[in-house]
């Protein structure tokens, strides 16, 4: 694993903001756009919210104190319950049979799941990345 404090990796710095807030948005969106129950509500919002929110915090901390190094597993791993909560967060009130109006699915769970799953898949993958100088394993 290499590590390059000066490295100019400012990616998962920059994707940092908008996971936050689309996970912010998340766990209100329930509360805002419609009537379901206060379980239900919990369990398609904040819950899912609060994993993604917490594991991409956690994460970038991590990446910053061990020097934003290449292809650390740790700092890859740490992103994968917040995935699996942004994949949730798309198809959790349809799972559910949540009686939701097409707008409701869209504002809630479909749309900031989806730009969840693409924003986190994509930290992930500057995080796998290797240094040029690994070399290339043979086929």
């Excluded at 000066?6 to 940092?16: D, E």
């Excluded at 190094?69 to 949730?88: E, K, R």
């Excluded at 097409?102 to 693409?118: N, Y």
């Amino acid at each position: 694993m290499h590590v390059d404090p000066n490295a100019r990796g400012v990616l998962p710095s920059r994707l940092l903001v908008p996971i936050l807030a689309v996970s912010a948005w998340v766990a209100v969106a329930p509360y805002v756009l419609t009537d379901a129950t206060s379980l239900e509500r919990a369990v398609i919002g904040p819950i899912p919210a609060s994993v993604v929110f917490a594991c991409a915090l956690t994460d970038w901390r991590l990446w910053l104190d061990r020097g934003k190094p290449w292809h650390d597993w740790a700092v890859i791993v740490l992103l994968l319950p917040a995935i699996g909560a942004a994949v949730w967060i798309t198809v959790g009130a349809t799972l559910l049979e949540l009686p939701l109006t097409r707008p409701e699915l869209l504002g809630t769970s479909i749309g900031p799941g989806i730009a969840l799953i693409g924003l986190l898949t994509t930290t992930i993958s500057f995080h796998g990345r290797h240094h040029p100088d690994e070399g290339r394993p043979s086929p």
